[in-house]
């Protein structure tokens, strides 16, 4: 994720998510309280909570993300 980018608050109606943080700081929203989570570190979401991930800083962030089951239209934009 490049410096300054946002995906959209959404949330999932089933599917469960787990980011991992590869390299930077992921920013993560989640129902409202914003938690960094550094390399090495990682965050869970479970189904039905608004979340938002960003990158605030000024380096690339590399993630990845575990969905099950699949976020395949399970996805609610919240804005």
Known sequence: MP???AEIR???RVARQF???LSGTLHMEL???TQAVPAGGSMEIPPLQRHQAR???REDVRF???SSPTTR?????CE
């Open 3 to 5: 410096p300054g980018a």
């Open 10 to 12: 959404h949330f999932h």
């Open 19 to 21: 980011f991992y943080v």
């Open 31 to 33: 129902e409202g309280e």
């Open 55 to 57: 990158n605030d800083s």
């Open 64 to 66: 990845l993300v575990v």
């Open 73 to 77: 239209g399970d996805r609610v934009d």
